[in-house]
């Protein structure tokens, strides 16, 4: 029904940037927070940063002052804006939403994931 796809992974040099997108189409009556996850090679996911409809962002801490989300909701869409990657950066970034759906009501929603390697 709802499905997220997200784009611009990729190989990039510590210090480097990267920007990631993720667009959001389906059935569904509004998205509410969206943001990103990532996991880590030998670790759980976690979340990155999320977004919600007023703009009230919330990010970790290994990530603030590094990374900006924002949100284009005529697009239905997210955006990560990744610069000052470090190695410790490398994992596989996950699109998230949460959106209210008919009969099923709030619901959230997960990208397939785009991997990001930070790596000299």
């Known amino acids: 029904q709802v499905q997220l796809v997200e784009s611009g992974g990729g190989l990039v040099q510590p210090g480097g940037s990267l920007r990631l997108s993720c667009a959001a189409s389906g059935t569904f009556f509004s998205i509410n927070t969206m943001g990103w996850y990532r996991q880590a090679p030998g670790k759980e996911r976690e979340l990155v940063a999320t977004?919600?409809?007023?703009?009230?962002?919330n990010y970790a801490d290994s990530v603030k002052g590094r990374f900006t989300i924002s949100r284009d909701d005529a697009k239905n869409s997210v955006y990560l804006q990744m610069d000052s990657l470090k190695p410790e950066d490398t994992a596989v970034y996950y699109c998230y939403a949460n959106g209210n759906v008919p009969f099923r009501g709030s619901v959230n929603y997960w990208g397939k994931g785009t991997l990001v390697t930070v790596s000299s």
């Open positions: 977004i919600s409809r007023g703009g009230n962002t």
